[in-house]
């Protein structure tokens, strides 16, 4: 069996880690591990079990100055010598507990080195609103990647941007298509991305890929 290890930088993020940490293990997926790579000035150590070993804390000092693309890169330099896979679990998303199983089965039946989801559920604290963001096949969200250790070894994430800027998974992908080497599939009712504050899209109107959708739609489980 694979072992898989989730990546998650964080920066002040405190009130979404005791879901993020709830969501990891809650994983069915028996053999995986989570980085959690916290950046920010109020470190979140309390909210980490210190006994258990499938949860790996380790704080950078501020100000680290990293931006994504450099974070992402030591948190997957920071996991176990053993692992074969990772895979994206940002810290104000909500995934399926099926949902690590399924995309290392994805990885491993289409024989590729990079699975991600090109349709994705999205919640909008603001209003309260759903929304479904679908793309072309091969265009994973950045939030869903998992890729073998081995392709990010020969083609890790360009350090570029700020810490906010989300083009390193762009080019990510971009390298992963070039290769023939991505498979993408329809993540919705796996993974819910929310809209808030402090998120990427908070100021950006939802347009084109993004439909609103009723709130019955998101998957259930996910806390509204």
């Known amino acids: 069996m694979l072992k898989v290890c989730a990546i998650m930088p964080t920066a002040d993020r405190?009130?979404?880690?005791?879901?993020?940490?709830?969501?990891?293990?809650?994983?069915?997926?028996?053999?995986?591990?989570?980085?959690?790579?916290?950046?920010?000035?109020?470190?979140?150590?309390?909210?980490?079990?210190?006994?258990?070993?499938?949860?790996?804390?380790?704080?950078?000092?501020?100000?680290?100055?990293?931006?994504?693309?450099?974070?992402?890169?030591?948190?997957?330099?920071?996991?176990?010598?053993?692992?074969?896979?990772?895979?994206?679990?940002?810290?104000?998303?909500?995934?399926?507990?099926?949902?690590?199983?399924?995309?290392?089965e994805e990885l491993e039946d289409r024989g590729v080195q990079v699975t991600g989801f090109h349709a994705i559920h999205f919640y909008r604290e603001s209003d309260r609103s759903a929304w479904t963001y679908k793309n072309r096949a091969q265009h994973g969200v950045g939030a869903s990647l998992c890729y073998r250790r081995g392709f990010w070894q020969d083609h890790p994430f360009p350090e570029q941007g700020l810490i906010h800027d989300r083009g390193e998974d762009n080019g990510f992908m971009t390298t992963a298509r070039q290769a023939q080497a991505i498979g993408t599939s329809d993540g919705r009712g796996l993974l819910v991305a929310r809209i808030h504050a402090a998120s990427f899209h908070s100021n950006r109107p939802l347009t084109g890929n993004y439909v609103q959708v009723s709130l019955d739609e998101l998957p259930e489980g996910f806390p509204r």
């Open 14 to 104: 405190a009130r979404f880690i005791p879901q993020a940490l709830a969501g990891f293990l809650a994983q069915t997926y028996p053999e995986k591990t989570l980085v959690v790579l916290d950046n920010g000035r109020n470190l979140i150590q309390d909210f980490v079990p210190q006994d258990d070993p499938r949860v790996l804390y380790h704080a950078l000092s501020w100000p680290a100055g990293q931006n994504i693309g450099q974070l992402r890169n030591l948190a997957c330099q920071l996991a176990p010598d053993d692992t074969d896979v990772f895979i994206h679990f940002d810290d104000d998303d909500w995934s399926q507990p099926a949902r690590i199983a399924r995309q290392v």
